[in-house]
């Protein structure tokens, strides 16, 4: 599956963004979805995660924070980033894999977030 990231950019902290990750090419529905950052010189972690069937679940360090939703109908992940920290400027990933499987296979172009204090 093709994935195309956009939605990031530059806000001042307390702001909020919408990513958004479009997908094409397979049907959307048969794969679970990640979205991924990665800062400088730090280890890539995952920040939300979508199964298949619907259900979701984000990372500790942004829970209450950051919403993963996914419309199938429209082949689209989206993470909703609220409450933006300056810690959270990085490049965000979306990922799929194919639904039960272990490895992500496709990625997206990444979208870079800054947030300024």
């Known amino acids: 599956v093709q994935l195309q990231a956009s939605g990031g950019g530059s806000v001042q902290a307390g702001g909020s963004l919408r990513l958004s990750c479009a997908a094409s090419g397979r049907t959307f529905s048969t794969y679970d979805m990640g979205w991924f950052r990665q800062a400088p010189g730090k280890e890539r972690e995952l920040v939300g995660f979508?199964?298949?069937?619907?259900?979701?679940a984000v990372a500790n360090s942004v829970k209450g924070r950051f919403i993963i939703s996914r419309d199938n109908a429209e082949n689209t992940l989206y993470l909703y980033l609220n409450s933006l920290k300056p810690e959270d400027t990085t490049i965000y990933y979306c990922?799929?894999?194919?639904?039960?499987?272990?490895?992500?296979?496709?990625w997206g172009q990444g979208t870079q977030v800054t947030v300024s204090s």
């Open positions: 990922a799929a894999k194919i639904a039960g499987t272990t490895t992500y296979t496709d």
């Open positions: 979508s199964w298949n069937v619907g259900m979701s």
